[in-house]
């Protein structure tokens, strides 16, 4: 009963989020939405800030899904070109993790600020993806004539950059989401992978698989924890 009535609370914070914007949403309101007192909020998450954190963490874990559920669907997701191009589409069809990665530096730095009391999975989760990075070079998937920080460097820039770009945009043909998908995916792929990339993908995919599952076991582990606390 208590883990549903959090799970209830981290909807509510969800819908909210969406529909008004992080500095507009108070833990009042989010209690009025699940239909619960606003002391019964605090019972699961010390301050707004943890609450909408924990929000973050549970469409990760849900982003996390898919990505294992596609890396053993088809090798060829394992590339960066094509996990680039996944998650851009992904992050565009899910409304809660559009507005979490495109929010505004305000609403960002905030619950980067609350995460401090969660170290080890921020730094399990840098980890990860550094390590998917060298999986892939040992692999011969990706080139080695940058350093991994930079190829990480690169690749998160990209993806950062279109998933943020369109407001600034000033021309008036508009490319298709699909389009854009597959511009980032070449870019990627033209800077990062070797000629040969998807023929070796395969040899990757079991390592990729062992990693992700692992940083999804600890984004489990700390959304349960933060319900409870």
Same mark, same amino acid.
């Given at each position: 009963? *208590?883990?549903?009535?959090?799970?209830?609370?981290?909807?509510?914070?969800?819908?909210?989020?969406?529909? %008004?914007?992080?500095? $507009?949403?108070?833990?009042?309101? =989010?209690? #009025? $939405?699940?239909?619960?007192?606003?002391?019964?909020?605090? @019972?699961? &998450?010390?301050?707004?800030? $943890?609450? &909408?954190?924990?929000?973050?963490? $549970?469409? /990760?874990?849900?982003?996390?899904?898919?990505?294992?559920?596609? !890396?053993?669907?088809?090798?060829?997701?394992?590339?960066?070109?094509?996990?680039? #191009?996944?998650?851009?589409? %992904?992050?565009?069809?899910? =409304?809660?993790?559009?507005?979490?990665?495109?929010?505004? /530096?305000?609403?960002?730095?905030?619950?980067?600020? *609350?995460?401090?009391?969660?170290?080890?999975?921020?730094?399990?989760?840098? /980890?990860?993806?550094?390590?998917? !990075?060298?999986?892939?070079?040992?692999?011969?998937?990706?080139?080695?004539?940058?350093?991994?920080?930079?190829? +990480?460097?690169? !690749?998160?820039?990209?993806?950062?950059? &279109?998933?943020?770009?369109?407001?600034?945009?000033?021309?008036?043909?508009?490319? *298709?989401?699909?389009?854009?998908?597959?511009?980032?995916?070449?870019?990627?792929?033209?800077? @990062?992978?070797?000629?040969?990339?998807?023929?070796?993908?395969?040899?990757?995919?079991?390592?990729? +698989?062992?990693?992700?599952?692992?940083?999804?076991?600890?984004?489990?582990?700390?959304?349960?924890?933060?319900? +409870?606390?």
């Amino acid at each position: 009963m *208590s883990e549903e009535r959090a799970d209830r609370i981290l909807d509510a914070a969800a819908e909210l989020l969406v529909a %008004w914007g992080y500095r $507009r949403v108070t833990i009042e309101d =989010v209690a #009025r $939405r699940a239909e619960i007192g606003k002391g019964t909020v605090y @019972l699961h &998450f010390k301050t707004k800030e $943890r609450l &909408f954190l924990t929000v973050v963490m $549970r469409e /990760q874990a849900r982003l996390v899904d898919r990505l294992l559920t596609a !890396f053993a669907a088809d090798p060829a997701n394992v590339l960066p070109s094509e996990l680039a #191009r996944l998650t851009y589409l %992904w992050v565009h069809e899910d =409304v809660i993790v559009h507005v979490i990665v495109t929010g505004d /530096q305000e609403t960002l730095g905030a619950l980067v600020r *609350s995460a401090e009391g969660i170290g080890p999975l921020m730094k399990a989760r840098g /980890q990860a993806i550094a390590d998917y !990075f060298e999986i892939l070079r040992e692999r011969g998937v990706i080139r080695d004539d940058l350093r991994p920080d930079e190829q +990480l460097h690169a !690749f998160t820039a990209a993806l950062t950059g &279109f998933l943020n770009v369109d407001p600034y945009r000033m021309s008036a043909e508009e490319m *298709s989401r699909e389009a854009k998908a597959d511009l980032l995916a070449y870019m990627v792929r033209s800077a @990062l992978e070797t000629p040969d990339a998807p023929a070796r993908a395969s040899r990757a995919v079991p390592q990729v +698989l062992d990693l992700y599952r692992n940083l999804r076991e600890l984004l489990v582990e700390e959304i349960s924890r933060q319900k +409870l606390t």
